[in-house]
């Protein structure tokens, strides 16, 4: 019995680590959010663990791991203050060009991918709106740069639940992604628009 309890805390810390590698900035302005994320909420079928997003701030702080958080990088062996950068780490993004590139089709498609791994809390069907009000209004709050933590911060549910079956299934599709981002950035941005006017001859 306690070698099968081991082998069950091993996998979901192995889940939640990965799911805590969303939690990063990633490159139609809303109405600011009613609230902002408190908790992160890692699931897959009855399994349910949280981290607080007050916790990811400590860290960020103080460069300090607490609670399950703390539990999840030692297991992984991560090196907190490393973590701390990271969460600290901002991506300078002027608020046009987000906006922009969020309502391009490859934008539609990349936050349709990411809105099945991380959406509100047993609300899947607002996970888009929420993610791009996020990303946006981050960026907004941050002056034109984004954070995890500013992300966080904008992110319009108290509870935000990551996928463990739909993370892990993107994970097995890495090069699929990759490719993704490779024909954003490399194309022209009017030439992605589903509305663009086709070329002149």
Request: glycine share 6%; net charge positive.
């Given at each position: ?14 889940a939640i680590a990965l799911g805590l590698s969303l939690v990063v900035p990633w490159p139609a302005v809303s109405l600011p959010p009613a609230s902002a994320a408190e908790n992160l909420v890692f699931v ?70 990411l809105s099945v791994i991380v959406f509100p809390l047993k609300a899947s069907q607002a996970g888009i709106p929420a993610m791009r009000s996020a990303m946006v209004l981050g960026v907004v709050e941050g ?59």
């Amino acid at each position: 019995m306690q070698i099968a309890s081991l082998g069950r805390k091993r996998q979901a810390l192995v889940a939640i680590a990965l799911g805590l590698s969303l939690v990063v900035p990633w490159p139609a302005v809303s109405l600011p959010p009613a609230s902002a994320a408190e908790n992160l909420v890692f699931v897959s079928g009855a399994f349910r663990r949280s981290i607080a997003v007050a916790d990811l701030e400590h860290l960020a702080k103080t460069g300090q791991a607490r609670g399950l958080l703390a539990d999840v990088l030692s297991f992984s062996r991560q090196n907190p203050q490393e973590i701390a950068k990271l969460l600290n780490q901002s991506v300078s993004l002027p608020v046009s060009l987000v906006s922009r590139l969020l309502n391009t089709r490859i934008g539609e498609a990349i936050l349709q991918r990411l809105s099945v791994i991380v959406f509100p809390l047993k609300a899947s069907q607002a996970g888009i709106p929420a993610m791009r009000s996020a990303m946006v209004l981050g960026v907004v709050e941050g002056n034109g740069s984004i954070s995890a933590i500013s992300f966080l911060r904008a992110y319009p549910a108290q509870q935000m639940e990551v996928s463990i079956p739909a993370l892990m299934n993107l994970i097995s599709k890495t090069s699929s992604i990759t490719e993704l981002v490779r024909f954003f950035s490399e194309s022209p941005l009017d030439g992605l628009r589903g509305d663009a006017p086709a070329a002149a001859p």
